[in-house]
């Protein structure tokens, strides 16, 4: 099965387990499957799939969540544009074996 892969490790995505009372909101919006129950509460299992729609944030009632929209993956392009981090900037399908993301994504 292959998932969107966005740019690696530039979501702004945190998550503070000691607020998360885990009542799954945040897996029932999420459409990228960003998040995994872990016993009684949440945690991120793949956070560089998050596309940060910001929708977990909004709907978790303890604030346990936290994402700026669209910060991480902007940043990214802009940073890549000015030539920062080596240029590269590329998103789009990933291989299950997690094999680097193709270009011609969202970036090319």
């Known amino acids: 099965m292959r998932s969107m892969v966005y740019l690696k490790n530039v979501a702004t995505l945190t998550m503070d387990t000691t607020k998360c009372i885990g009542c ?3 897996l029932d ?3 990228h499957n960003v998040f995994k129950m872990n016993g009684k509460n949440v945690k991120i299992v793949d956070r560089d799939a998050c596309m940060e729609c910001g929708a977990c944030s909004r709907n978790c009632s303890t604030g346990a969540i936290s994402v700026q929209s ?3 993956c902007a940043a990214a392009v802009i940073n890549s544009l000015l030539g920062r ?3 590269e900037c590329c998103c789009g ?3 299950d074996d997690s ?3 193709r270009s011609g994504g ?3």
């Open 106 to 108: 969202c970036c090319g």
């Open 24 to 26: 799954g909101l945040c």
């Open 85 to 87: 981090n080596g240029g």
């Open 70 to 72: 669209g910060v991480g």
């Open 29 to 31: 919006v999420c459409p």
């Open 99 to 101: 094999s680097a993301p």
């Open 93 to 95: 399908p990933q291989t």
